[in-house]
């Protein structure tokens, strides 16, 4: 009897162990990994760049919600990283496992972070689900996630608020839906969570309540899994560090998963840069394909984007019930816009903790730019705010607002050469607006009618006057067009430049450089992901690093070419004549050289 016992004892141990080594090996496919790069270790000294913001001001551009739902926030607190463990993980929230995805470290506040979260992370209190019709506190994205930016040079690490972020979205977003998979699936990872999220001593009904959330939480993310997940074609095309498409994302967020509809799936093939926002208010369009004039719908538009929820299917898709958080959205903008150009967030000058600048290179720049760069990007900021007190001035539009707005410089897409298909994915997409009614409708028309269907029922809830309406709209006549799409890109000023690389709008030129040479000297393949910065040539160092993306020019929307200096016609790609290697550099001094009205030239330590 004792040799049977001892054999079923050993039988079950090796039962046992078969299921964890068949469980270790199918969770360590390629489809349960979280590839990024290890933690990047903060500088010695710490620094922001002055860009006419007060601490506060920071605070809430960083932390204000927008209406946006990653998780409930109780469970985002508790759920632990995706590593295959029995014995538990560290938790998802960790500051420096975050951080390998880029994510920049911010300060407590009792108010607006209580827990130390990110920058680019808000907890809102009372998010409205519109499929529950119930409001409960959740943590959500703002657009200070993608738009906060940090640069490492030497024992230096300095922030530049409204430049872009080196964060990796799509491996953030997969990390998380496998930590939300795993603690359903683990034995003993969700007893765990339970415990974390109730405390020790709950009750059954707590227990079933959690449960059921949790489990029709998941339920309600199987119909983008199955229609959009890995394998589906829809995200296969990785965008990497400091890029997404952002259009395809909204659209799809909008017409396929908010209407339910899967045939309304397009393939996101144009990822693209995430923009600097300093001056983008005050532009009469945005978007690098020129595309959207009204800032709310623009905010809005981002919101949903960055998973804000709104109910476009059954008998009630025309209340367009949705969660965005248009006061939060309204408090961002004023932040970034103040009340006139320039008085807002502010484009950062040259940071005093890197190289001197040479004012003999400036002054050459400054001749090289005049003649070839400013016929699109404009001139400097102080001639441009010179202009803008005219009474006719030539660089600004006046609306029937009596609102002045900085005419940016738009460039068929065919004269510039660059990547066509951020430009023409937009334009050719449509969508079956489904129960809303309107048939089957182009990408732009779509979005303007979800849009603005959440907005005016925003007005019409809060009983805003006109007056009022058109000062949320940043100050837009609601007659204009909000939105167009057209083959073109848009040029826009260059001040702060220096801060936002990889370049071109879809990332494509890794340092300033290469986007002043010719095509056959640009690199075909480049590393990003990296936070250390080149001053010379000015980027980020493209070296290769474990965990970083390969950015390979070849890929669908990643094309290096247009916006080429060389010799021959203009047109076609070619903007301007091919220029000496002193030359290049003469024009990159001189970029780096442009500044602010009313900032310091230094940059503040902490």
């Given at each position: 009897?004792k040799?049977?016992?001892?054999?079923?004892v050993?039988?079950?141990i090796?039962?046992v162990l078969?299921?964890v080594?068949g469980g270790?090996?199918?969770l360590?496919?390629?489809?349960?990994?979280?590839d990024?790069?290890?933690?990047?270790?903060?500088?010695?000294?710490?620094?922001r760049?002055?860009?006419g913001w007060t601490?506060d001001q920071?605070?809430h551009?960083h932390?204000t919600?927008?209406?946006?739902?990653?998780?409930?926030?109780?469970?985002f607190m508790?759920l632990e990283?995706?590593?295959f463990?029995?014995?538990?993980?560290?938790?998802f929230?960790?500051?420096?496992?975050?951080?390998?995805f880029g994510?920049?470290?911010?300060?407590?506040?009792?108010n607006?972070n209580p827990?130390?979260?990110?920058?680019?992370?808000?907890r809102?209190q009372?998010f409205y689900?519109?499929?529950?019709?119930?409001?409960?506190p959740v943590v959500?994205?703002t657009?200070?996630?993608?738009?906060?930016?940090?640069?490492h040079?030497g024992?230096?690490?300095?922030?530049?608020?409204?430049?872009?972020a080196m964060?990796?979205v799509?491996e953030?977003q997969?990390a998380?839906?496998?930590a939300?998979?795993f603690t359903?699936?683990?034995p003993?990872r969700?007893?765990?969570?339970?415990k974390r999220v109730?405390?020790?001593?709950a009750?059954?009904d707590?227990?079933t309540?959690?449960?059921q959330?949790?489990?029709a939480f998941i339920?309600?993310?199987?119909?983008?899994?199955?229609?959009a997940?890995p394998?589906?074609g829809i995200y296969?095309n990785q965008?990497?560090?400091?890029r997404?498409?952002?259009?395809t994302?909204?659209?799809?967020?909008?017409f396929?998963?908010d209407?339910?509809?899967?045939a309304?799936?397009?393939?996101?093939n144009?990822p693209?840069?995430?923009p600097?926002v300093?001056d983008?208010s005050?532009f009469n369009?945005?978007?690098?394909n020129?595309?959207i004039?009204?800032?709310?719908?623009?905010?809005v538009?981002?919101?949903?984007?960055?998973r804000a929820a709104?109910k476009?299917?059954?008998?009630?898709?025309?209340?367009?019930?949705?969660?965005?958080?248009?006061?939060?959205l309204?408090?961002l903008?004023?932040l970034l816009s103040?009340p006139a150009p320039?008085?807002?967030l502010?484009p950062?000058?040259?940071?005093s903790?890197?190289?001197s600048?040479?004012e003999k290179k400036?002054?050459?720049?400054a001749?090289?730019?005049?003649?070839?760069?400013?016929?699109?990007?404009?001139p400097?900021?102080d001639e441009?705010?010179?202009?803008?007190k005219?009474p006719?001035?030539?660089?600004w539009?006046?609306?029937?607002q009596k609102?002045?707005?900085?005419?940016?410089?738009?460039?068929?897409?065919s004269?510039v050469?660059t990547d066509?298909?951020e430009?023409?994915?937009f334009?050719?997409?449509t969508?079956?607006?489904?129960d809303?009614?309107k048939?089957?409708?182009?990408a732009?028309?779509g979005l303007d009618?979800v849009?603005?269907?959440?907005?005016?029922k925003?007005?019409?809830?809060t009983?805003?006057?006109?007056e009022?309406?058109?000062?949320?709209?940043?100050g837009?006549?609601p007659r204009?067009?909000p939105?167009?799409?057209?083959?073109?890109?848009?040029?826009r000023?260059?001040?702060?430049?220096?801060a936002v690389?990889?370049?071109?709008?879809?990332?494509s030129?890794p340092n300033?450089y290469?986007?002043l040479s010719?095509?056959?000297?640009r690199p075909?393949?480049f590393w990003?992901g990296?936070?250390?910065?080149?001053p010379?040539?000015?980027?980020?160092?493209?070296s290769?690093m474990?965990?970083a993306?390969?950015y390979?020019?070849?890929k669908p929307?990643n094309?290096?070419?247009?916006?080429?200096?060389?010799d021959g016609?203009?047109g076609?790609?070619?903007v301007?004549?091919?220029?000496?290697?002193?030359d290049?550099f003469?024009?990159?001094e001189?970029?780096?050289?442009?500044?602010?009205?009313?900032?310091q030239s230094s940059?503040?330590?902490?």
């Open positions: 009897m040799r049977i016992a001892i054999a079923a050993l039988i079950v090796v039962i078969l299921v080594a270790y090996l199918y360590n496919k390629p489809e349960f990994q979280v990024v790069p290890a933690y990047q270790n903060p500088q010695e000294q710490f620094s760049a002055e860009q601490d920071r605070l551009f932390h919600p927008q209406g946006t739902r990653l998780v409930p926030y109780d469970w508790a990283q995706p590593c463990s029995l014995f538990g993980c560290d938790l929230t960790n500051k420096t496992y975050l951080a390998r994510f920049l470290s911010s300060q407590m506040d009792s607006l827990d130390g979260l990110p920058i680019g992370f808000a809102q009372n689900d519109p499929e529950t019709k119930t409001t409960y959500g994205l657009c200070a996630a993608c738009h906060t930016g940090e640069l040079y024992k230096y690490a300095v922030q530049v608020d409204g430049a872009p964060i990796e799509t953030f997969k998380l839906l496998l939300v998979g359903q699936k683990i003993f969700y007893g765990r969570f339970e109730l405390g020790p001593n009750s059954e707590q227990r309540d959690l449960k959330r949790f489990t339920d309600s993310a199987q119909f983008e899994l199955d229609n997940g394998g589906k296969d965008a990497g560090f400091d997404t498409d952002a259009l994302r909204i659209g799809n967020q909008v396929a998963v209407m339910h509809n899967a309304n799936f397009a393939p996101a144009a693209v840069r995430f600097q300093w983008a005050w369009w945005v978007q690098y020129s595309s004039s009204d800032p709310l719908v623009r905010n538009g981002e919101s949903l984007g960055v709104v476009l299917y059954g008998a009630d898709a025309k209340d367009f019930g949705n969660s965005v958080h248009i006061e939060g309204k408090e903008e004023w103040g320039y008085q807002g502010r950062p000058n040259w940071p903790v890197f190289p600048l040479d400036i002054a050459r720049g001749e090289l730019y005049k003649s070839i760069c400013q016929p699109c990007h404009l400097s900021v441009l705010v010179a202009d803008l005219k006719q001035p030539t660089y539009w006046e609306n029937s609102k002045r707005f900085l005419i940016v410089k738009d460039v068929k897409e004269f050469g066509p298909h430009a023409t994915d334009i050719n997409r969508a079956d607006t489904g809303l009614g048939g089957r409708v182009s732009g028309v009618l849009t603005n269907g959440i907005v005016n925003f007005f019409d809830k009983k805003l006057t006109p009022e309406q058109i000062e949320w709209r940043g837009r006549d204009d067009p939105v167009r799409a057209e083959p073109i890109y848009k040029a000023p260059l001040t702060g430049i220096w690389s990889p370049y071109l709008h879809n990332g030129i300033l290469a986007l010719p095509q056959n000297e075909n393949t990003t990296s936070k250390e910065f080149d010379v040539k000015v980027g980020h160092d493209t290769e474990k965990g993306y390969l390979d020019v070849a929307g094309s290096n070419r247009g916006h080429e200096f060389k016609p203009r076609n790609g070619v301007g004549p091919a220029l000496s290697p002193d290049r003469a024009i990159i001189y970029l780096k050289s442009l500044q602010a009205p009313g900032v940059s503040k330590n902490k």
